[in-house]
């Protein structure tokens, strides 16, 4: 069965198989040059005032060029699309195939029962599934350490300067890459379960999965664990986003892009308030002509003498792999609580 199991797998496996060598074969010619653009950048070996501005330089180096940046790019989109393409090719015909050309008449009245014949499909394809995708977060991890190593040491400015945490980097790198692998093709699978046809069970895969994978960042992963909370004076920020309106500057909005003293943290939500911890955006207004008159920094200063402080909420960079391994085991319960579904569908409904 398990030999079977891999025959009728062949043609994905060859496709998988060569879309990851085109990938390893992308990444391994421009790799090195990567690696030597980031060792004569002179980050190695840095003294710590000076490795924020020679990270910048280098992640702007990039920016500027192009090429790396299109890459780093389009390495995190297709590692975000393999577990949607794997549930839609491989999970949602396992089942629904069957039934629309009616070979499961003869499959499920062999000597094999209904429960050995899914659960050696379910492995094949689910274990599958897993190692390309976590095969491509591998390599796209390779590729890009000098760009993770140039965002850790404080470098901004440019599309590439994404933490950890961010949405696109924490959902394809460490092993999160694999319960999405897994929760995708378990959920085609229970789609072509439901509705044993093939096209419309892809359809469903498609508009469920997409939908877990918006809500997760924004609404489940942020609350996985409470969050930390924080008020400090707006001069201590490194690194801010001051928006100002209103007639002659009368209002502002002001926003921390990091947190002194820890960095790496993922900042849930930030803004400023008043001497009485309330939240304000109006400007104090002995500020509203140094607004124009001598840049942020002068703002910055007057906020402070009039008692405006940031108010920050934010998960602590510690927490990383609490995380990844929280949201991992998340996918993967799902996706083992919908191959049970399959098993007991198709052994009491299906004919």
């Given at each position: 069965?398990i030999?079977?199991?891999?025959?009728?797998?062949?043609?994905?496996?060859?496709?998988?198989?060569?879309?990851?060598?085109?990938?390893?074969?992308?990444?391994?010619?421009?790799?090195?040059?990567?690696?030597?653009?980031?060792a004569?950048?002179?980050?190695?070996?840095?003294?710590?005032?000076?490795?924020?501005?020679?990270?910048?330089?280098f992640?702007?180096q990039?920016?500027?060029?192009?090429?790396?940046?299109?890459?780093?790019?389009?390495?995190?989109m297709?590692?975000?699309?393999?577990?949607?393409?794997?549930?839609?090719f491989?999970?949602?015909?396992l089942?629904?195939r069957?039934?629309?050309?009616?070979?499961?008449?003869?499959?499920?009245?062999?000597?094999?029962?209904?429960?050995?014949?899914?659960?050696?499909k379910?492995?094949?394809?689910?274990l599958?599934?897993?190692?390309?995708?976590?095969?491509?977060?591998?390599?796209?991890?390779?590729?890009a350490?000098p760009?993770g190593?140039?965002?850790?040491?404080?470098?901004?400015?440019?599309?590439?300067?994404?933490?950890?945490?961010?949405?696109l980097?924490?959902?394809?790198?460490?092993?999160?890459?694999?319960?999405y692998a897994?929760?995708?093709?378990?959920?085609?699978?229970?789609?072509?379960?439901?509705?044993?046809?093939?096209?419309?069970?892809?359809?469903?895969?498609?508009?469920?999965?997409?939908?877990v994978?918006?809500?997760?960042?924004l609404?489940?992963?942020?609350?996985?664990?409470p969050?930390?909370?924080?008020?400090?004076?707006?001069?201590?920020?490194?690194?801010?986003?001051?928006?100002?309106?209103?007639?002659?500057?009368?209002?502002?909005?002001?926003?921390?892009?990091?947190?002194p003293?820890?960095?790496?943290?993922?900042?849930?939500?930030?803004?400023?308030?008043?001497?009485?911890g309330?939240?304000?955006?109006?400007?104090?207004?002995?500020?509203?002509?140094?607004?124009?008159?001598?840049?942020?920094?002068?703002?910055?200063?007057c906020?402070?003498?009039?008692?405006?402080?940031?108010?920050?909420?934010?998960?602590?960079?510690?927490?990383?792999?609490?995380?990844?391994?929280?949201?991992?085991?998340?996918y993967?319960?799902?996706?083992?609580a919908?191959a049970?579904?399959?098993?007991r569908?198709?052994?009491?409904?299906?004919?």
């Open positions: 069965m030999r079977l199991s891999l025959l009728q797998f062949r043609v994905q496996a060859i496709t998988a198989t060569a879309a990851l060598a085109a990938f390893a074969v992308l990444l391994a010619a421009t790799g090195p040059h990567l690696a030597s653009l980031y004569a950048s002179g980050i190695r070996g840095c003294q710590p005032a000076a490795c924020e501005h020679l990270a910048s330089n992640l702007q990039l920016y500027t060029a192009g090429t790396y940046w299109v890459l780093y790019l389009l390495g995190v297709l590692i975000l699309l393999t577990p949607a393409v794997i549930g839609l491989w999970g949602a015909p089942i629904a069957e039934q629309e050309t009616g070979t499961s008449a003869l499959a499920w009245s062999q000597s094999i029962t209904r429960t050995r014949w899914l659960a050696v379910l492995t094949v394809g689910g599958g599934a897993m190692a390309v995708t976590e095969a491509m977060s591998l390599m796209q991890a390779w590729w350490a760009i190593r140039a965002v850790g040491l404080g470098g901004g400015g440019t599309n590439l300067a994404m933490g950890r945490f961010s949405s980097v924490f959902a394809t790198h460490g092993i999160t890459p694999l319960g897994a929760f995708a093709f378990t959920l085609g699978v229970t789609a072509g379960a439901l509705i044993q046809r093939t096209v419309p069970a892809m359809a469903v895969t498609l508009a469920i999965f997409a939908a994978q918006i809500a997760m960042p609404w489940i992963r942020p609350n996985l664990f969050a930390r909370h924080t008020v400090i004076a707006v001069t201590a920020l490194d690194s801010i986003s001051l928006q100002q309106g209103g007639l002659n500057g009368s209002q502002f909005n002001l926003g921390a892009l990091n947190l003293g820890q960095p790496g943290a993922w900042l849930l939500s930030s803004g400023a308030v008043n001497a009485a309330q939240a304000t955006s109006t400007t104090p207004a002995a500020c509203t002509a140094q607004s124009y008159e001598n840049g942020t920094p002068a703002v910055m200063a906020l402070a003498s009039h008692g405006i402080r940031e108010a920050i909420t934010y998960q602590p960079a510690s927490r990383y792999w609490a995380f990844q391994w929280t949201e991992t085991g998340i993967l319960a799902v996706a083992l919908l049970g579904y399959c098993f569908r198709l052994n009491r409904r299906l004919s």
